[in-house]
Structure formats: C-alpha cells, structure tokens
C-alpha cells in the first residue's frame, strides 16, 4: 500500500529481433547472462529500484515480447513510456540500419519529450563489428541524443545506460515539477490501486 | 515480409477486434500456440481509435464492416478562429477517434476481466468526470457520489436527503430475499416502483434516464439490478462510476494482444486470407495466404475479416451501428461540466418517447484522444436504415439546439454486422459478433468468453498472468533467493555487512 | 517458443521469503548492534546515521534510533556552528549574504557535497568559507527531512516520524516552512482523514504564517471532497472564532458567518445524515461554544450566610481553591478562603468562615475579573446570586431566519421520513435555537418520540429531557413568588441524579 519509490519510470527497449534487448534487461534486472532465457516466455518488463540523489527510482523496463518481428508492435506500447532504449548490434549492419525505422515509428506513437538513447549492444564480439563505433557515435549526434557501446554478455555498460537514461529523466521531470507542471493526466488512474472512499455508503459510523 | 512463420498452430485468430484480441490472449495464455493476424495494417479493426487523417481515409473507403461514411469540415467558429482545417489536419497524429467507443463500469465486466487477467498493467484510464442528464432541456449532471450531492446546487436540501435515501435503498436491496419491496413490486415496472417512493420529478428523472438507465417498460427487476450495477462501480476510482481508457478504446483489443504476445502468440498484420478449407472432420483447417498455406487446429475470425469465399455462409451484411462524431471547440454544457478545460462526460438520450436511444460520450483532451481546446463527440444508436444522419437526427437536435457547441468536424458512418453470424453451423470457423451497441464490454467479453469455452471446454479464460518477479526462468533454482530481487536498500545493506564482516562480531 | 509459464510454487515462494526475512533479520541484528556500540563509544558520526537509516526506513518506529539521530545532527550541526562562528568573526561579510541563497543550490550541489565529505579534510577549499559551511549545515537538515518523508510514506501515520520531522525544522533557522505546507497538501490529498497531516498542518501554518482565510479555503475544499472527516470540521472550528469574530461574544463567529456554516452542516447532514462528524459540527454551532471557552470559572449561584459561604459552578474547576474570591461591601472587603469542595464533581464548593452581614448595603462577589452582584435573602438575611443555565443568545433577524428556514426543512423532511431519529433531534435543537420557552413542549414531544423509535440511546435522551425540563424550571423560577425560598421540583423529576442541582444551594426549601 505504501509507496516506497519517489518515482516511477517506464523505459521501453527498442530494436530489431536478436540484437539483445532480452539480454540487456536481464543483465540490468537480475545481473544474470543466460541465452536460453530468450525463449523464457510470460515475462514483458522487469523492474529494479535504483537510488539517485538520495531519490527512490523505481524503473519498470519493457520489453517488445517479439512483436518487433514483423514490426507488430502496438502503440499501447508506447503510451507513458518516459524513456526508450534504442538498440542494434554492432555485428548486424542492417539492425544499425533500421535505427532510423525504429526512431521514425518512435516518433509516431512516444510522447514527443520522450527521452531516448543509442545503444549499440555485443561490443565484446569486436572481431565481427560491422558498425564502427563513430558511426554509432554519429547518428547520436543526429539525433540529439547520447550513445553507448554496451555487452550484455560481458557486462559492460549496461548498468551506466540506465543510470544515464533515469537520471536524464529525473532531472526533467524535476524540472517540470520545479516550473509546477507536473505531468499532465490530471487523475489517470491504473487499474490496481483501488480505493474505496467516497461512495454512497461509506462513512464513519458513530451515533 | 521475410516469412519465416512456423506453418502449424493451434490457433489461427482473423481479425485483431477486442473479441478475437481476448480469445487469442485468452489461448495463448493457456499455452496453445497462436497466430494472430488481420488484413488491416492496423490492430483493432473496428475496434481501433485513428489519426483524423487515417480516419477520414478510412470513411472514404468503404469496406465490409464499415461503410455509409462520409464527413464535413465546418467554417471555424468565430470564437474559435485559429481552429481551420488545416490546423487540425497538423494536429492529426493528437487525435485518437474511435471507431466503437465505450466506457467501463468500474465493477463491470471489463475492469473485473483486466484485474482477474493482470491485463490491466497494460492500460491506463480516466476516470469521467460527469453522468449528465437533460432535465428541462439543459444539461445538468447527475449526482455520482456523497460529495456530489453535497455539493450540488441542483437539489433541495430535502431533495438531497431523498436521493441517498432511494439509492441507499437500492443498494441495500436483495441482502434481504423477503424484502417488502421485492414482494410488492414484482412482475411491475421500476417506474412504478419510482413513484411509490415519493421522489420529485426532477429525481425520477435522474435515475431513470442515467442511474438506473430505464424506460417506462423495464422492469421492476431490471432496474433494479441496473441501478446497483451503478451504485456497485462507485467510488472505486474517480466521481463517477464509469472509465474510459486512456487514448481512446482502441488501445483495449492491442492490450489483450499484448498479453497474447508476450506469451509467444505471433502477430501478422497487413495479411489477408484467401481461403479456408477443412479436412473432411473438421479437426485441421488450412488457410491460405500469401501464397502460403498454413494449419491450424481452430480458427476464429471477425464478421469483416471472413475471405470472400466464405462470407456468404453468415449472411448479409446490415447496418448495425448508426455512428456520429464531432470535433468541436467548446464543450457540451456549462462551465460546472466542464472544469479545467473540459469533461470526459456521459449522457444517455432518449428520443420517441423512450422508444430509441443513444449514447453520447464527450472527450476532452484529459482522455488522450485529442489536442487541448478541442473535444471530441461520439454519437451512438443502433442503426435502423443505411443513413447514420438520418438515424442520429432526433438526437444530434436535442443536443445542439439548445446546448449548441461551436462545431468544427462531422463525420457520419454504419457498422455493419452479418444476418446470421450465430448460425454458422456451416463452416468450422468460429465467428465473433460485431461491436454491439451497449455502454460496457459485456455483450463482447461474454461472445469471447463463449467462444473460448466452444474450443477450450475445460480450460479457465485468462486466468490471472503472473507477475514477471513470480516466474521462474529457464534453469534457475526456484527457490532460490536471487540477490537482485531483494529491496535496493536491504542489498546494500547486506554489502555493507559483508564488508564489515571482517571487522566485527554478529550476532546471528 | 511456446510453452507453459514456469511460475514458483506457494512453497517455494515462501521458501524465498523465508530466506529473505533471515537476510532483513541478520542485516537489522548487525547493525543495532553495531549501532550500540558505536553510541556507548560516542562515536556520533556519517556510519551511525547511516546505520539508523537502514533500519528506520524499514521500521520507522523505533523511537530509540531516532534520539541516536538527534544527538548525531546536534553534534554535527554544534561543530558547524561554531565553525561558522569563528569564520564569521574573521571573514568579510558579503560571504554571508549568499546563505540566503543556499537552498536552491543546495540539492544539485548535494551528490558533489557527499563525496566532499569522504575526502574529508584533506580538501579543505570546499570546508572553508562561510556559504560553504552554512550549505552543510543546511544539508544536514535537508537528509534529516528527506528521511523522514520517506518513512511517512512507509507510514504516514508514524509518530515518531512526525515529531522528528517538526524537530529538525525546529533546529533549522532557516526552514522553509512552504515546502512543508505543499508536503501537508500532498499526504492530505492521500489520505484526507489523517488527523497527523491535521495536527502537523495547524503547526506548519502558524509557523509559516499562512492568512487564516487560506486557511479555511483549503477546509472547506476537503470537505468538498468528503465531508466524513472530524478533522476538518476541527481544523474549521479553530479557524471560524478568530477569523469571524462574533461581537457578544455568545456565539462561537459572527452571525453572518454561522448561517453559512449551519446551511453547509445541514447539507452535509441531509445528504448522509449517518455520517457523525457533520452532526457533532453542528451541535458545536448551535451551543453557545463562545460563552464557555471565555470563562472557565462560570457561576451558577452564591449564597453566603454569617458564618459559611457556598459557591456553585455550571462546570467542574478543581483549581478554585488557587483563586482569590472576594466579598466587598461598600466598606469592607473579605477574603474568602479556603475553600473544600462540596460534591463529587466539585462543582459545589463551601468556606466557613465568619462574615458580618448587613442587609442594608451592597454586596459584590468578586472572582477571575467578574463581579457579581449580589441579593438578600428575605427570610435568612444571607446574601444570595444566581444566573439560570443556558441564558439564550441574542439572536438577529437573519439568523433567526435561516434558523427557521432550517426547522421547516427538518418538518418537511419528517413527513417523508417521520421516524428519521436524526431529523428529530436536529429540529428539537432547532427549536430550542430558535425560541426555548415557545418550543419547550415541541422539543420535548421529539425527545419523547426519540425514545421510541431510538430505544438504544433512551438513556441518552432521557437524560436530555431532564436537562431541558430542570434548565426550563431554572429559567422560570426568579419570576415566581417563591422566590429565592422554594423551589419545586418539576413533576417529571424523580431521579437521584438531577442536572443543574447546584443551582439549588439559593433555595431554602426544595419541594417535590
């Protein structure tokens, strides 16, 4: 009942079919590297609670459950996300390619001040790099948005992503709040949080 | 498309409407293999929320479950001059305009389907902010909750004290089976039983036309029921008992879909079906697509998702649902219905004396479904002719005559359902029934749910889908305490300790 | 790909709970224990207040970790004082202007801050200078209050948390006092009932001097949402007296405003006339709250005789014996003491002591600022006071109106809902608001009727009918020839425990 995180935010994984993002969120999630929990079905995002600035930070991670294959993903899937993970592998050209799809269907279905950032993933595997990292490097800079070779396997700037990822997202929500804008929605309201206050009959009974 | 599909399944489901959306979750769920696809390039089918541009494409062309489309862009209002055209075909994207909105009762079925199933993570809702009524040709709202008639300056003070007395009667009644009112009331009508209370007019009108949703004819019984299903979804989440999803109702059937995928179903869209043929005992199905032919063990399509060479089986197509729907620059009713820039408001309407209705639902940009300063009609009757205008007409005047909205947009259009979609004893294929038209998912969970049951007998619909920290993953030791489940701070705790452990003595 | 969900069983669940709980233990064990040590050391340092953290944000209330907490900050905040204090004797003094400013650079600064601490004095740039000290102080106070809130979100409903919280603001200069208002806004919209978001709210706006008229806006918006809710009808009850004065003095605000108050108190009674706390409102709006609350030594009668003196309070004040009562005549004045009380309840109160009396002049009683003036008894020649309880209050036209107004809505209601035991009672008070001798009868038939159709609480208005009868006969009594010698009880009373008895010390002769 009682909450026990400042806040709450839902960061989305992106990226063509095999480039990792399982991985990455297990790594992330559990530290654990495990090939055969590609096939683990039934989970679609992990949670873990990191501490910034004395604040509570509870990140909710989504993953695509396999609708990026034929590129299915539904626009629910975007709704409130505050922070997306684009990824591609550095030994597979044409999921570096398909950045630019990925971004451009971001465009269409994220909220507009979503913030993003570039992961090219199975950076310990540099003898089969067929993305050099400048070129990583420079389609962030398009973009306006920050870049990072990361290895799910070898556990290599995983943890710093998402430390980057939350923090930028703290300091702008921050920054609305500061402003008094806090986000907008007025009451939506998640299904799980039941209250039973105001109805008719509810009241405190004395006399 | 690159088709590495695997070419059997368990089930083939046509057609990503919320029926079919729940019974492929619903199979998926259970383990069974599923292939979930449409033709459309969109998921929800009739069901879905668009774009104004993909919307206004969509009433240019007719197709088999939508057609009579058509729309018209108004002169902007002198009020509002900066809303044109153009400017609202930039702001298209904004838009989310439902083909079948709905909302939900808080205790409904739906809400009850998405908590049971754990769905409910996937969507989000708003609250609506007034159940109106006209009283008087105005718009007034409708009291939903203790504040509200605390707060009311529509009622008198005895007025006040006689409306929580019925409902507190309503909603304590049928705990007593041999309850004097039951006994006395039965075989009447609830409108008999209205006036036996010694209400005021303005208080029977009140319940009959939004609480307890009734004409003179319902019954005793009904209205009853209908009036504690009311009074049941209050005060759970917002003031009123109704829901309505956050972005439009379109984001429901990707929610089940969602489910459905996540649990391994494979999703295909933009895909048609040629053809659907059986094997002699009906225990396989082929279907072809593409060029392919792929088996399944039951197949389960949308009314307008059956290939040319079966549709006859079910029938004609025939108008069904008569829609209107209008984008304006002000809201419906006054400033009270529509604080800090507008309500997502209800308000049920009745024309020839009762005898037909319609269900109108106002968005206003705190739904998602549209840009702020703008709002969103939706205008719904059963259809009894090929004109949705014509159909509508009764009720569209009693609306903006005397509460008249500065317009911008009108778009009318027919959703169509097939003669005989139950009878479809001809084909294996199960079929499910189009958009009905009622406020809820009932009529739609329940054609789910039945289907479901046709093909699975002994298997639970969407049993509750657990949380990603109850499952176990592939080779891990079940009952093993994984250090990253623990809370952040207990495990930074314990790495204290385990650095100190050295240094110091610990009691055990 | 397909395949069914692995999902722990129940067992295995509870194994990993288990584990997990033998892990929170172990942890909790460590550090208390190491807590204890390093306090009998007196090592109040970073690690304790660490240590405390662990354990409060998982248990609040502890109360014993929240004292180690205070003598940690003291002694941290006592060095930085003092530091700031020979700095400030020897540095320039425009570096102080900038403390003003430190708060909004204080929370971007904090991470930078932390790890200044661990270097500790080796970098001893970011130790000097009177903002940098006066930031660290601040930040001190800025980790006590972030802890807290997070332990009232654990739960807001956590004493200690509260209190440590009004501490550490107490020991800030410098507290921003509407930050902790906005914190009072937000646990208030979670949980509009909890009367610790009350007390600490009432605190924080008379510190933060909040206009009280924001004040009462904020109630009144509360009680919107759910007039269910004793503590804004409190918080209301405070804030009505001083903001809406009422001239007698008779009434608990002014006229005016209490015809709004009783109109909303009606509404939310009509509405959910279950609901209690509307209804204790009420009953305070209706007495004459203001009468009681100005003086809390409220004579009903005197008598004194040559030899003793008797002394009858309306309500019970154990501490007469501490004030100074004085008979003055117009060429003497007498102590009166001491004084033994007479009753249980010490309502009654005696002295013995010798008075001379002559009937001839004026006698005055003299007690707590009020004198009293004082009659002859004609048949003893003792001196005598005596005020009947309940004097009505005054009363003006449109007060009386929306009095009126209210009573028919309660009749008209009573021929929908004739046994409504609340509709009953509320217009018997009505009545007796508008007109008690008019109404006396009426008010009576309710209570009557009450006892009825409200058999559980018959006692209840039992006793009540007592009171209005004896307070009637009260009121009564100076007009007739009797007076002050007889009085006759009224018919209806026969019970041993009769109201407003100490009344009757004026008479000579009680008949019944």
Redesign the interface.
């Known amino acids: 009942m009682a909450k026990t995180y400042d806040y709450l935010f839902k960061l989305l994984l992106i990226g063509d079919s095999g480039v990792g993002k399982t991985c990455i969120l297990f790594r992330f999630s559990e530290d654990a590297f495990n090939t055969t929990f590609i096939s683990t079905i039934g989970i679609d995002f992990k949670i873990r609670t990191i501490e910034l600035d004395n604040k509570k930070i509870k990140l909710q991670i989504w993953d695509t459950a396999g609708q990026e294959r034929f590129r299915t993903i539904t626009t629910a899937y975007y709704r409130g996300a505050m922070g997306i993970m684009l990824v591609y592998d550095i030994t597979q050209e044409k999921s570096f390619e398909n950045i630019k799809n990925w971004i451009r269907n971001i465009e269409e279905n994220a909220a507009a001040d979503v913030e993003k950032m570039l992961l090219g993933n199975k950076c310990e595997l540099n003898d089969k790099r067929q993305v050099s990292k400048e070129r990583g490097e420079q389609l962030a800079i398009e973009y306006g948005i920050k870049f990072m070779e990361t290895s799910a396997k070898a556990s290599i700037n995983v943890e710093e992503a998402f430390l980057t990822l939350a923090s930028d997202i703290k300091a702008k929500t921050e920054k609305r709040m500061e402003a008094n804008n806090p986000p907008k929605g007025g009451h939506q309201l998640k299904l799980t949080e039941i209250r039973t206050k105001d109805s008719w009959l509810s009241r405190c009974s004395l006399l | 498309m690159s088709d590495d599909l695997p070419e059997e399944f368990d089930l083939i489901v046509l057609g990503t409407g919320f029926a079919e959306s729940c019974i492929a979750a619903a199979a998926s769920r259970i383990g069974k293999t599923v292939l979930h696809i449409d033709s459309h390039d969109y998921y929800g089918d009739v069901w879905n929320s668009f774009s104004l541009e993909a919307f206004n494409k969509l009433l240019d062309q007719p197709s088999s479950s939508l057609r009579n489309g058509s729309y018209t862009w108004h002169e902007p209002a002198e009020e509002a001059p900066s809303w044109t055209r153009e400017t609202l075909l930039e702001k298209s994207r904004r838009f989310s305009l439902d083909l079948s909105p709905r909302v939900a009762y808080s205790a409904g079925a739906l809400v009850q389907l998405l908590i049971k199933s754990n769905i409910c993570r996937y969507a989000e809702f708003r609250a609506l902010d007034h159940v109106c009524m006209l009283y008087n040709n105005e718009l007034v709202s409708v009291p939903c909750s203790r504040s509200d008639v605390f707060n009311t300056k529509t009622l008198t003070m005895v007025e006040k004290r006689l409306l929580m007395k019925f409902l507190t009667a309503c909603n304590d009644y049928g705990e007593d089976k041999c309850n004097e009112d039951a006994l006395a009331f039965r075989g009447r009508t609830f409108l008999e039983y209205l006036k036996a209370q010694r209400v005021t007019d303005k208080i029977a009108t009140c319940v009959m036309q939004a609480i307890a949703m009734c004409d003179a004819s319902s019954s005793f019984e009904t209205g009853m029921q209908r009036t504690q299903r009311f009074l049941a979804s209050l005060g759970r989440y917002g003031n009123t008992p109704f829901l309505f999803p956050m972005y439009g109702c379109g984001e429901l059937p990707q929610c089940f879909c969602r489910l459905c995928a996540v649990f391994g179903g494979i999703y295909c869209l933009k895909r048609s079906v040629d053809d659907i043929s059986w094997t002699p005992d009906a225990k396989e199905l082929l279907l072809s697509s593409a060029g392919k032919t792929l088996r399944a063990k039951h197949i389960v399509c949308a009314p307008g998702q059956l290939p040319a060479t079966l549709a006859p089986h079910y029938g004609q197509l025939q108008p069904h649902i008569s829609r209107g729907l209008f984008i304006a620059a002000s809201p419906l009713g006054n400033e009270e219905l529509n604080k800090g820039g507008g309500g997502v408001n209800l308000l049920r309407l009745l024309a020839d004396e009762g005898q037909r209705e319609a269900c109108l639902i106002q968005l206003s940009h705190y739904s998602g479904a549209c840009p702020a300063g703008l709002y969103i009609l939706h205008l719904t009757t059963p259809a009894f002719s090929e004109d949705p205008a014509a159909d509508l007409a009764d009720f569209t005047a009693q609306l903006f005559e005397t509460n008249a909205p500065q317009i911008l947009y009108s778009a009318y259009f027919t959703i169509t359902a097939p003669t005989n979609a139950n009878e479809s004893a001809a084909t294996p294929i199960y079929c499910t029934a189009a958009p009905a038209y009622e406020l809820d998912y009932d009529a739609a969970i329940a054609d789910a749910r039945h289907i479901f049951s046709q093909i699975y007998e002994n298997d639970d619909f969407l049993p509750r889908a657990p949380d990603p920290e109850e499952i176990v993953v592939d080779g891990e030791d079940p009952s093993a305490l994984n250090e990253h489940s623990l809370p952040e701070d207990l495990r930074a705790q314990l790495h204290d300790l385990q650095q100190a452990a050295q240094q110091m003595d610990i009691a055990e | ?9 129940t ?3 509870r ?2 709970k288990k ?2 709980q033998v ?2 233990m ?2 909790y ?3 208390m ?2 807590i204890q040590k390093k306090r009998s050391a007196g090592e109040l340092d970073d690690e304790l207040l660490g240590l405390t953290v ?1 354990i409060l ?2 248990n609040p209330d502890i109360s014993t970790l929240w004292n180690i907490r205070r003598e940690c900050v003291l002694r941290k905040t006592g060095e930085l004082q003092s530091a700031l204090k020979e700095l400030e004797a020897t540095e320039a003094p425009e570096a102080t202007v900038a403390a003003g400013k430190l708060e909004e650079v204080e ?1 971007e600064d ?2 930078e801050k932390e790890e200044k601490d661990d270097t500790g004095e080796a970098d001893s740039k970011a130790v000097t200078g009177v903002a940098a000290l006066a930031q660290q102080l601040q930040a001190i106070y800025t ?1 006590e209050l ?1 802890l807290t809130e ?1 332990c009232l ?4 409903k956590s004493y200690n948390s509260w209190h440590h919280r009004c501490w550490t603001l107490e020991q800030n200069p410098q507290a921003d006092w509407q930050r902790e208002l906005q914190l009072c806004n937000k646990y208030l919209k979670y949980d509009e009932r909890n009367f610790h978001t009350w007390d600490y709210r009432r605190y924080v706006s008379a510190k933060a001097a909040v206009p009280a008229e924001q004040e009462l806006d904020f109630c009144t918006e509360k009680i ?5 809710n ?1 503590s804004s009808w409190h918080h209301r009850s405070l804030l009505l007296p001083t903001l809406y004065p009422n001239e007698q003095h008779d009434r608990p605000m002014s006229e005016h405003k209490l015809q709004e108050e009783l109109e909303m108190v ?3 009674a ?8 509307a ?1 204790f409102y009420q009953r305070w709006l209706l007495g004459s709250g203001a009468q009681e609350r100005d003086q809390p030594v409220a004579v009903a009668a005197f008598r004194c005789w040559p030899h003793k003196a008797q002394l009858a309070l309306k309500k019970p004040y154990p501490e007469l014996p501490q004030l100074q009562i004085q008979l003055i005549s117009e060429q003497q004045t007498w102590q009166l003491q001491p004084w033994q009380p007479t009753n249980g309840e010490k309502t009654q109160w005696q002295c013995d002591q010798a008075i001379y009396i002559d009937p001839s002049q004026d006698y005055v009683l003299a007690l707590a600022g009020q004198r009293l003036k004082l009659s002859v008894q004609p048949s003893d020649k003792s001196l005598y006071y005596f005020v009947p309880p309940h004097a009505t209050a005054s009363c003006s036209k449109e007060l009386l109106g929306e009095l009126q107004t209210q009573l028919q ?1 309660c009749l ?2 009573l021929e ?2 004739p046994d409504s035991k609340w509709t009953l009672l509320t217009s018997a008070l009505l009545m007796r608001a508008i007109d008690v001798t008019g109404y006396h009868e009426q008010s009576l038939a309710h209570l009557a009727k009450l006892e009825q159709v409200d058999a559980l609480r018959r006692g209840y208005y039992k006793d009540l009918a007592l009171r209005w009868t004896m307070e009637m006969a009260l009121a009564k009594w100076p007009q007739t020839s009797n007076y002050p010698q007889l009085f006759e009880m009224p018919t209806k009373i026969s019970s041993t425990r009769t109201p407003y008895v100490q009344y009757l010390i004026v008479a000579d002769t009680v008949s019944s």
């Open positions: 790909m397909h395949g069914r969900v692995k999902v722990r069983t067992e295995e669940e194994e990993r584990k997990e892990l929170k172990r942890a064990r460590a550090a224990t190491r662990q944000q998982r929370k904090k991470v980790t972030d997070h979100m654990v739960n807001p919107k949402v759910n007039f269910s004793y009606l509404t939310a009509f509405t959910d006339p279950n609901d209690s706390s209804w809505s008209d209601l929908y809902e």
